[in-house]
């Protein structure tokens, strides 16, 4: 597998607090990987440098070999990197067609028309919603925002999805549908960077894990592995 996202020696540092402290890890081509760590550790911080919401103090972040510290969000969407947000975010007054073809009119190759319309269609079929474009997003059940808001992520044929907390929230019920819809991406080939608290969800999905405590890493390896490192353990324990 090559890798598709490099990382290396990154640093985040607010005023006095190192929120990431030199963390290198990859993230190789279809693979998942989880990012994990108790609260404060530094995850989303890590997640916000990745898609430029927030500017590296050192460091770089590449995929597949091309440097995206250091260039805006957009720049670094057109290049092939997508999130999804812990708060979803939606147009809820517009339908859910139309809150997908608007996400496909701000990738780096817009679409428009009924080139758009039929992408959008393919979009909801892939996120389990066909047939529920004209229905309003405001009334969307909280499992269907979600899946909604996958279909935005995907409308920039992302190289790498970022998902932060995407299955949070969720009943036992969904988090199976969630769990399987993520399967799916992964088995169409999809490189996913999960943060996620939801330890069955990361056990099902992610073949490594990489863990951070206080800014700095402290594990990184295959999934079973990692979960059973004394070193983790301590680290959640201390949460
Ligand atoms: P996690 O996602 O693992 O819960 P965060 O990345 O959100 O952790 O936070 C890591 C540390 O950085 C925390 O101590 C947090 O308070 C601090 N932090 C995060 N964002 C900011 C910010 N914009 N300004 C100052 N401190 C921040």
Known sequence: MSTLLEI????????????VNDVSFTVAEGEIVALLGPNGSGKTTVINMISGALPPTSGSIRLGGVVLS?????????????RTFQLVRALP??????????ALAFR????????????????L???????RGPEHAADLTYIDQKRMELARALAADPRLLLLDEWLSGLN?????????????????????LLVEHI??????????????NAGTK???????????????VAAYLGD
């Open 8 to 19: 290396q020696n990154l640093c985040k540092q607010f005023g006095g607090l190192k929120a």
């Open 125 to 131: 079929q892939q996120v389990g919603l066909e047939g």
């Open 172 to 192: 036992p019920t969904e988090l199976r549908v969630g769990i399987d819809l993520i399967m799916s991406l992964r088995e169409r080939g999809m490189t996913i």
């Open 199 to 212: 330890m069955e969800a990361v056990r099902a999905l992610c073949s490594r894990a990489v863990v951070m």
């Open 108 to 123: 780096g190759k817009p679409l428009w028309g009924a080139q758009a319309r039929s992408r959008a269609e393919e979009l």
């Open 218 to 232: 402290i594990a990184d390896g295959p999934t079973a592995q990692v979960l059973a490192d004394p070193a983790v």
């Open 93 to 102: 007054s517009l339908t859910v067609l139309e809150n997908v073809i608007t």
């Open 70 to 82: 250091g260039l805006p969000p957009h720049k670094i969407a057109h290049k092939g990197v997508a």
